[in-house]
């Protein structure tokens, strides 16, 4: 199942179901699961583990050294996990030293064309990424969040799960859970209610949910009386406690 004008490395580690394109590269410290499919034209190196069932289309890089002036060419990886559709152009480097030595996408995401993932980046499950989405490095992105085209994340951004950015989204800091952004720079434009219907929430979670959204951002409060009146709303709301979660683990200040 690969192609005579692949170049795999003797040293690679494919599973006997995996299927390599024309001019594919593979290199020595690769390792792919079964029934992941790479396309022709694409570029694997570095300490780059791969899991099963991903579909890699034509002319990405994964793996490369990452874009950062004080890497000196340590041992560090990519992870990338199972059921990933990854388009064409996409680049993912691997981490550095200065964070935990590896960039990570999890399972089932939806990544489109264009898409880098710099250094020690983390991403979680389900997300989307359309056309151009751009991440830095030591950015982490939760479940389900879909990044619109040309989205921009600076470094150490935290992404929070179930969000939703507008096309050209530039985020300069970290988005709460739930919450849809746009605009150059971020700005809040109410909750992603359209994507909790389609993953099952209910109408009353999506009416608290609402309110928690206006707790914290129409209420004229400080961020602590914010966090305060939050904790009231867990107590019947459960769904809010995704939100101070992410509050206390932010570093960056939330857009708002």
Not at 86 to 100: H, K, L, P, S
Not at 109 to 122: E, F, G, K, P
Request: a neutral charge.
């Amino acid at each position: 199942m690969i192609h005579p004008s692949a170049v795999v490395h003797p040293s690679a580690r494919l599973a006997s179901t995996v299927s390599v394109g024309p001019y594919s590269i593979i290199g020595p410290e690769v390792e792919v699961g079964a029934d992941t499919s790479i396309a022709s034209h694409v570029v694997i190196q570095g300490r780059t583990r791969i899991g099963a069932g991903n579909r890699i289309h034509p002319f990405c890089s994964l793996g490369g050294p990452p874009q950062d002036m004080k890497y000196a060419g340590e041992p560090t990886s990519l992870e990338i996990g199972d059921r990933n559709t990854i388009r064409e152009f996409c680049t993912f480097n691997c981490g550095t030293v200065q964070d935990a030595g590896v960039t990570r996408l999890g399972d089932d995401n939806w990544i489109m064309a264009y898409v880098h993932l710099a250094h020690d980046c983390r991403v979680g499950n389900r997300t989307i990424f359309a056309n151009n989405a751009q991440l830095a490095g030591h950015v982490r992105v939760d479940d389900f969040a879909i990044l619109g085209g040309y989205t921009e994340v600076h470094q150490f951004v935290q992404v929070g799960a179930h969000t939703l950015t507008a096309i050209g989204t530039v985020l300069l800091q970290d988005l709460p859970p739930y919450v849809t952004a746009a605009g150059n720079v971020a700005r809040p434009h109410g909750i992603n209610a359209e994507g909790l219907k389609r993953r099952g929430y209910s109408a009353e979670a999506i009416a608290a949910l609402r309110g928690a959204y206006r707790t914290l951002y129409r209420a004229g409060l400080s961020l602590e009386e914010a966090r305060s009146a939050l904790e009231e709303q867990r107590r019947s709301a459960p769904e809010v406690g995704l939100i101070l979660e992410f509050l206390a683990r932010s570093r960056r200040g939330i857009v708002r």
